[in-house]
């Protein structure tokens, strides 16, 4: 099984990026899928996860209204679209697939990870 993250890269403050994860060796499905941002120093936080049965998204405060997380089951892939960034959402991005929806956004809820992304924002 490999989740494979990429789109991340240098952007100005305002701008866009697309995260992609690439889920090989496992079927996606309805599966529990999330995005998790580390900075050195720091925990890996949960920025943006479906992990429950109705399928509503979570969204960390410091995202909500600018991030949007998404799946194409026919690719095997999930997103995360990024707007409107700041230079405090800059950090390696990671993608996470969980074998079960366990209705949490933390790093304990998710079972396959991918290597991660790197984001920077200039100011």
């Known amino acids: 099984v490999q989740l494979q993250a990429s789109g991340g890269g240098l952007v100005q403050a305002g701008g866009s990026l697309r995260l992609s994860c690439a889920v090989s060796g496992f079927t996606l499905g309805w599966s529990a899928i999330g995005w998790f941002r580390q900075v050195p120093g720091k925990e890996r936080e949960g920025v943006a996860c479906?992990?429950?049965?109705?399928?509503?998204?979570y969204y960390a405060d410091s995202v909500k209204g600018r991030f949007t997380v998404s799946r194409d089951i026919a690719k095997n892939s999930f997103y995360l679209q990024m707007n409107s960034l700041k230079p405090e959402d800059k950090g390696r991005y990671y993608c996470?697939?969980?074998?079960?929806?366990?209705?949490?956004?933390?790093?304990?809820?998710?079972?396959?990870w991918g290597q991660g992304t790197l984001v920077t924002v200039s100011s």
């Open positions: 996470a697939v969980g074998a079960e929806l366990r209705h949490r956004c933390t790093e304990a809820a998710y079972d396959l």
């Open positions: 479906i992990n429950t049965s109705d399928g509503v998204p």
